[in-house]
Every structure is written in structure tokens, then in C-alpha cells.
RNA sequence: GGGGGCGUAGCUCAAUGGUUAGAGCUGGCGGCUCAUAACCGCUAGGUUGGGGGUUCGAGUCCCUCCGCCCCUACCA
């Protein structure tokens, strides 16, 4: 048994989030743990909302609410919609919390006392009517370069030319409009990464197997020389640099917030949170996995390592990472700020939870984006789950349930249909449990697509309904075969469908969490108690019919 | 602007430089009748974004052009 920590990236606490958003980290994050825990390893799967910055500050102020109050009702939402999808996190926690608070505090006077921090003192874009600083992106006002009106302080939106607020002609607030702007003098905290940079490109120089992609970003950034970085900001909410001259000043949302992977650990398990993440306290045979999507990735190869190798304490670092492409909703972007696409609670409100895991996971954006659409979806749900799923659970469980009395039959042995069936499965689990340790996610549901297909094509070889005629033993060999057959797939789909998979396992009473088959088809598909009795479930998945996608491609406003 | 990635069948995706570029869905044909008009089998479908090059051999490597995506350190 091994020790498996897994983060999932944290969603932002700005309002419920997308599928893209949800399939990007948190729903791979959660098909990789309920494998893990299939396998019998040892399973912590982190995640928590991501509560600080501007625009938190923004969206509670747009809602009305006092930012404290407004993160801590989004947080509910996000956990309601994630426990909705079946989200198996151990813990679910908030970067706001105390242990986050004393565990960025802490890190921070570590990475000072070994000499990593510096203040430095500089000018930033203030607005006196939104009694704030801005952010870059947050002053806008006319291009230099191509006179686009509203270019933002970052880069121009229009041309693209990457600029500094100090560059603007005319610059106003994008929050209030104001146009009294103005310079002021301001001190901030800086993490010199540039002093850490033998340790980060030494760590990542150890870690070969990570993905190219990873690897050819973690490298761009410390090949152009890793720069010293502000991890302090002025606003009213995050946590206090407790530090004199900096009242009123907290830490950068992305200094705290990776932090809050350990934090919420601590959240989970104030006495055993150690034993995670200290490799002085058992932590040194953990295998440490984090899903994130692709703009995440130098954020947890580069800066936050930084953090952990600064302090020069036995941290924990990321093992392995899956980093995902963007889910697109038709070919354009999900939007939040635009309300594009769907979002996690309305999914749920239009169809069961197992149905988005699957199409989602099944087309998971691994090597590109990829494009949602809802005939894609429609599609999948009736073809994969409705006819090859669904369908082989119903039409084997109702047979056996009207010939052989709802009970597993006795009597009859393996016959070429079946030694046909073990062959194949023979093959097919193992190159499956392979895809799924690779977290190679579209191949590995291609694999049980195929497996459950096998299904299919085995009931077609066995006609069990003819040879009952004939021969009750062949029969009811090859129905109790189909039995077993249920119980197998639910544990082999159970990672990606787990509500469907209780389902499938409550038809012969069992409903501890599903264990990952081992060994040999032939035993695998001979392990209900001959006799013993079941009960045929109600149809497992409802079609879509064609007047409900065309409902939900109004409701949604899906591109024609 | 710089760096990285991607572009393959109508759609979503595969393919260590090596036979005739493969799956699923959709379409067409046949079979079965246990089952949610489901299932099983067969079949159709390609100038691998354009052009050039290296090679005995290129979807794969090189150059170039076109299009899309990510990063570019104060959005997170």
C-alpha cells in the first residue's frame, strides 16, 4: 500500500464554476482517488476555494455583501455543486482559514530569516474614488502603441502589446471609470527567486519524467533567469503581513494560495497533517500528484517550489503532474465573468451527475482543447451509457430476474462464449488499469467503453435466451456470467461513474466502496455466491430525447 | 514582439521515422429478439491546414506560410 497526495488546482471563489473549470483539475483529480482508493493506497485528496485578491474584493462588492460574508456563502455553494458531482475530497477547505493564515506567516518568516525576502519601495496606479490600488489590468485607458481605447494596463487587448499602466494615455479605472488617477509611493514584500534559482532548476532537473510540456515551461522560465517577485499587496483582504510598516498589507493571492494545499491539510487533520507533507515526519514515501489546467503550470513548477525549497525545511514537492487543456463551449470560450456555457449547479439541475463525469473525463482536453457541445454530450449519454451500459445491466438483470428467479443460478460451466469473454478481458483490465495509473484519461475510457462493449458481445455469443430452451445448465452458466459481469463493470467504472456503480453493486446487496479486481476473468467472473438472490435495478440512464437537447440549446444559448 | 503547444474522416480523438493512417459517434447494409427501437456483425468515409525540403521511407524530422490556444511574472 502506498500514500497518495493529490491536490486539485483551488477553484476561484468568484461564483460557481464551469465544466471547463471542472474538468480541467478537480474531476481528474477525483477519478485519480477513487482509483487510488480502489487500489487499496492510502488516499488525501486536497482541495479548497481560492478566497483572496481583487477580484473577490469585486464580486462580493457587486453582490452588495461584505467580502467575509460573501466567501464564506460561495464557499457552501462550490462545496454543495462539488459534493453534487461526487467530488471525494478528504477535505474541502478555505485559503481564508487560520491554518492558512499561520502557515503563510510562517513561510514567509522562514523564506526572510534565510534571507529570500527583501522590501522595496515603488510607485503603483491609485484611485481615490475606488479607494484602492489597481491592479495592472486593472487601469485601462488608450494604446501607445495602436490607440485602442481600452487597453488594458497589462497589454492591449486589440494589439496585443504588452504594456505598463505608466505607458496608458488617458488612464481611468476599469472598476469605477474614474479618470483620478494617480501614482503613489508604496512598500512591498518581494520573494528574491532570483537567490533560489540553482535550487528550483536542481529540483526540476530531478524530476525528468514530467510531462514536455511541463518540463519545456518550468525551464522557460528559469532559463530567462527567475526574477524576484511581490508577494504583498494593498488590500483590506487576505492574510496580514505581520510585519512592521506593512499594517494594512496582505500577502499576493498566489503566495497564500498554494500554501492552503498544506493548510487545508492541517484543516483535514490538525494532528496527522504532518505526516503529508513534512518528509522529517513520514512524508518521505508519499507520492504527491496535482491536477491543475495548462496556464497553471509555472505557478506549481517554479513559484511555489520556490516557497517550499526557500524555507530550507523538509517540505513535501510535487511528484507528478497532470495539467489539462481548456474545455471550450463550441469552439469559443466557457466565461464566467459572462455567464458562457454551463456551469456546475445548472449541469446538475438538467442531468445526473455520472452523465457530465463521464462525457467530460471520456473527452477529457489531455493534448488540445477540446470542444464541448451538447449533441456531443447527448450523444454520449445516450450511446455509451443508455445503450451499451445501461442497457447490458437491464437486459441481463431482467432476464435472469424472469428465467432463473431472481437468484445467481447454480449448475452449467464456462463454454466458448465465456473462455471467448475471459480472453478478452484477460487483455483489456489490465491495458485499462495501466491507462488510468498513466492518467491517460481519454484512452483509458476508450479501454472501458470497449470492455463494456464486451459485454455486449459476449450476451450476443451466449444467447443465453436460446439455449434456455434447450439447455438450462449452458443457460444458466452463461446468465450467471452476465451477473458476475454487472458486479465487475461497476468496479471498473465505479473511479468515473460512482453513482451508477452503487447502483450496480446494490443490485446484489453489496455496498462497501468498490475494491479494483484482481487476478484472472474466469475467477472474476465467478465470485457471486451461486443461489444468491438479486434485484434487478430500474433503468440505470434515461435517453435524451430531441426536443430536451433542443430546450437545453436555448437555455444555454448554443451556437447554431 | 518572444517562448511553448496544437492543426489527421462530417464530429470527438489515436498512430516508438517503417506494411494499406486507425477507433468511437454519425451514415448505409445485414443479423438477433434477452433488453431502454436497445444489442451484434459488415461497410462507407482521408490531398494528415498550404507549400517546399531531408530520407530507401514523413502524419511523425527541417524550413516557410496560414489558423487556433497557453505563458510572457500586478487576473487568478
Redesign the pocket.
Known sequence: MARILITSALP?INGIKHLGNLVGSMLPADVYARFMRARGHEVAFVCAT?E????AELAAAAAGQEIAAYCAEQHEVQKAACEGFGLSFDVFGRSSSPANRELTQHFAQRLEENGYIEARE?S?VYSPADGRFL???YVEGTCPNCGFERAR???CDNC?K?LDPTDLIDPYSAISGSRDVELRETR?LYLL?SKLEPEVRAWVDAHPHWP??TR??AY??LD????D??ITRDLDWGIPVPREGFEGKVF???FD?PIEYIAATKEMDSDGWEAWWRTDQGADDVSYVQFMG???V??HT?SFPCTLLGSKEPWKTVDTLKSL??LTWY?G?FSTSQGRGIFMDQALEIMPADTWRWYLMA?A???????F?LE?FT?AVN??????L???V???T??AS?RFDGVVPEGGAPGEAEEALFVELDRRIPAYTEQLERMEF??AF?EL?AIW?AG??Y??AA?P??SFKTDKDRAAASVRTGLNLVRLLAELSAPVIPFTAHKMLAVFGIEDAPSWPQGEARALLDRLPHGAAFTAPD?????VEDEQLAEWAERFGAPR
Open positions: 476561484y481560492d483572496h485578491g481583487t477580484p515603488e503603483q491592479p495592472d489590468r494596463g497589462d497589454q496585443g504588452l512591498h527567486q514536455q510540456l519545456s515551461i522557460k522560465w530567462e533567469g527567475l526574477r517577485r511581490s499576493y493571492v498566489w494560495a495548462k496556464d497553471n509555472a505557478f517554479v487543456n481548456w469552439g470560450k473527452n482536453p489531455e493534448s488540445d482543447d477540446t470542444a457541445t456531443a450523444g450511446k455509451d451509457l443508455a445503450d451499451v445501461g442497457n447490458l437491464n437486459r441481463v431482467r432476464f424472469s481519454r484512452k476508450a467503453r462493449a455486449n458481445e450476451l450476443q444467447a435466451w436460446t433503468v440505470l440512464f434515461r435517453k
